[in-house]
């Protein structure tokens, strides 16, 4: 009877740690509410969780929650992306299961756009951004940094503007009224040698690695040019996350005569007296809120270089600019961000100042993820 007893205790045991394996521990150590994705490697994940990529994945109330299979560009899974939600200081509990996953509604895409001018354009579910490309070098209406657009839908909209090329008047899903010009605009990045800023030519390839549909991620290359008697090249990968206001930007630097390379990220200023620029401790963010342009809102753009020495100038008329510098050969990290008053969720710079400064939280203290 005993010896019954204890084989039914050990088989229970076993049912009982056979379950408790078969979840994801999510923690967050902030005071914030928090709805974003975690990212687990797939080789690890795989070997805990004893599946392939068919699963799914709920949370304590059984609702399926969306997730991703990040590639990387290649065929073999690289990550697990999982979209939660946590509030302040909470702990959640995720259970995965074999099955076939529910179909995800894209809410990030990126595209190249060759009917203009070598566009390359993405966008999430808040915010779109573009980079020129070579075709529009030479032409008058060149110019030179990130551009952004403004939109208050949540819907994609890339391929419905160019498609309806009438993108620079407001029909209820946003517009691009947004001005580049000769800067650097929502955030992009430029050489910078003997305090002035040197402008490299736009991309010349791209690859899309992952497009959505909680995550797209691409990379642009950049042909190498001679400066200062310096050979440098350059490529920017760029993901953006559904849900996010925020652009994570990796630049890769190869610099054939120095060990790094001199940089400067701006944001193009307007023409008015006291502009309401706000410079992060430690010159680690910039943001800005813009006047309202052509009565068609006010934007807010900033950038965020968390864990470089940086240096805040603040001498020209068209932008203003954190200077740093990238060691070749290794990933230069920053993010750039934007939002738009007529969206309604954001509509002044105090609001704007707080986003910004609760995404630099965040990515000081991630959510803490543990399998069990």
Known sequence: MKKLLLLCLMS???VYNSYAQQHILVSNPTNLSRQELISIPYAKFQQHFNLDTLFTVKDASGNTLPHQIERLGGQTPVNVLVQVAVAPKERVTLTVAEGTPTAVVPNTYARYVPERFDDFAWE???VAFRMYGK???????DAQGMDYWAKRTDQLIINKWYKTDDYHKDHGEGMDYYSVGQTLGAGDVALYFNDDVKYTKHYRRYQVLDNGPLRTTFRLEFDPEEVEGQQIS????????AGSHFNKIALHFNNSSNKSTPIAIGIVKRKEENP???VGKGNNSLAYWEPEINASGRTGV????????VRYNNNRPEQALLISSAKSGNDFVYY???AWDRAGKITNAEAWNKVVEEYKNKLKKPLKVVLK
């Open 12 to 14: 229970a045991g076993a």
């Open 276 to 278: 309401l620029l706000t």
């Open 135 to 141: 075709a529009l070098e030479g032409r008058k209406d």
């Open 336 to 338: 750039n961000g934007a």
């Open 234 to 241: 350059l490529s920017k990968t760029i993901s953006l996350d």
């Open 124 to 126: 999430n579910d808040v």
């Open 302 to 309: 900033a950038v965020i270089v968390p864990n470089q020495k």
